[in-house]
């Protein structure tokens, strides 16, 4: 095979390109996705610390190692399906996995109230981790019947989510960009300083630059506010120094603990993020083939979700998801070659073998991270005013929105305290923000949009 039909390979599902090729191709998509596969990790052992007792800094490092192990797996799995009888466990599609943000304000909340109830803070991610293994029997479920199930979901029930979860994160976002809640001197100038200077670099790249540049923004944006934060003396490198060159992954080092109450609020977040996938398998068709996902690609795509995810719970990291920003990669290049994003998926799988690169992900001020993330996590909430606007807003849509943010969110933030007092039923219901606003939503679409829900296309 000549040199150009080798190179013409990229823009095929199938083959095997030159590694010279395939390699740099791979590389971009890790790039793309790096920060925020493990900025999930900072944001949740961050809430799940107190001053008395932090999260240790050792098994922080340890959950940074699985998440690039696990995300590498779990998108070959989505590249290369398993066949199990008629089930297809996979999409065949250049899906890229990584760790969702989206289940985080649901589990910061639960974090908190089992820190409340004076519990250690490992033994709290160990209830968390047992509702992120627990919570995916949902997606499978929702993988295997999707047909039938889907059309409780319409965009204005996903959009009202987006938009709870993004208003969730955006103060989070704050707080990491000046200093983060643990920080005795939260708010110093010196925490603007570096955050901002994160956050000029990836707005100036999105802005001016192209290509690859444009795709890593983010890393570029943290690695020099890393440099700025170093040379200020804000870094300690202790545990790097500590951290072991290598070491394999293992499974439940984090004992997964299960409670129902834990649970339930994992289930509505669980829905979301088979809607998520199920959107970026189309994006992805749309962008590189000119059609739409078939049911197939669909559903072995959403199963192979829900499997990644109970996988990553019980080697002790947070859910995973098909990532938005790889999609647009693909969209942009129209590179779609399962084979060059393998290398990248095998790129994430051999540098969760090395502690010391955790280790120097762990020691990064939160500030780095906040200007990293803080737009990203405006952009969550943009996405969902997007999706219900797509779906409009006329009479009857807007009061279902208004009844969802309402009910679901206003009376899903209440404190605890409060939500005492409540029948047990409702006590259930709105134990959590994201999950009540799903619940009020889907009830609010039956009850005042039926014809929708009878609509099974």
């Known amino acids: 095979m000549d040199n150009s039909k080798q190179y013409n390979l990229i823009y095929q599902l199938d083959g095997r390109p030159p590694l010279k090729v395939a390699v740099p191709l791979g590389l971009q998509h890790v790039m793309a996705m790096f920060v925020g596969n493990l900025a999930p ?9 107190t001053q008395d007792a932090p999260f240790p800094p050792e ?7 699985c998440a690039m192990f696990v995300s590498g797996l779990a998108t070959l799995l989505q590249l290369y399906p398993l066949k199990l009888g008629i089930i297809q466990v996979g999409a065949r599609l250049p899906i890229v996995m990584g760790t969702a943000f989206a289940f985080v304000p649901t589990m910061q909340g639960l974090g908190a109230k089992l820190l409340a109830e004076q519990i250690a803070p490992v033994e709290a991610m160990g209830y968390v981790l047992g509702g992120v293994i627990a919570g995916s029997l949902i997606e ?8 039938p199930l889907k059309r409780f979901f ?6 009202s989510v987006l938009i709870t979860i993004g208003i969730k994160l955006l103060t989070t976002g704050a707080t990491y960009f000046v200093g983060g809640a643990g920080a005795k001197d939260i708010g110093a100038g010196k925490y603007w300083l570096v955050g901002g200077i994160v956050l000029l670099v990836i707005v100036l790249l999105n802005r001016f630059a192209t290509g690859m540049l444009k795709a890593t923004a983010i890393l570029i944006g943290i690695i020099v506010g890393y440099i700025v934060a170093a040379l200020m003396g804000m870094v300690n490198f202790g545990t790097v120094s500590s951290a072991a060159w290598f070491s394999v992954p293992m499974p439940f080092m984090i004992k997964p603990l299960f409670r129902s109450d834990i649970v339930f609020p994992f289930f509505a977040v669980y829905v979301v993020a088979g809607l998520e996938t199920m959107g970026n398998a189309n994006g992805i068709t749309i962008s590189a083939f000119g059609r739409e996902a078939t049911a197939e690609e669909i559903s072995g795509g959403i199963i192979s979700d829900a499997v990644s995810c109970a996988f990553a719970g019980i080697f002790n990291v947070l859910p995973n998801t098909a990532f938005g920003q790889n999609v647009g990669i693909i969209a942009m290049t129209k590179v779609i070659n399962r084979f060059c994003i393998a290398i990248g998926a095998i790129v994430l799988i051999l540098a969760g073998l090395f502690p010391k690169i955790g280790a120097i992900f762990n020691a990064m001020p939160n500030c780095v991270m906040g200007g990293a993330v803080i737009t990203v996590f405006a952009m969550i909430f943009l996405n969902g005013v997007k999706m219900v606007l797509k779906e409009g807003l006329d009479d009857k849509n807007s009061l279902i929105l208004a009844i969802t943010l309402g009910l679901g969110f206003g009376v ?3 404190s605890d305290s409060v939500k005492e007092n409540f029948p047990a039923v409702l006590r259930f219901i709105f134990a959590e923000p994201v999950a009540a606003v799903c619940i009020v939503s889907v009830l609010a679409c039956i009850f005042l949009r039926p014809e929708a829900s009878k609509t099974t296309k």
């Open 154 to 159: 319409p965009p204005l029930v996903i959009g």
């Open 59 to 65: 098994l922080r490092i340890m959950m940074i190692q």
């Open 41 to 49: 990790i900072f944001i949740l052992t961050g809430a799940m610390s």
């Open 140 to 147: 499978l479920i929702m993988g295997i019947f999707l047909k």
């Open 412 to 414: 899903g933030s209440l």
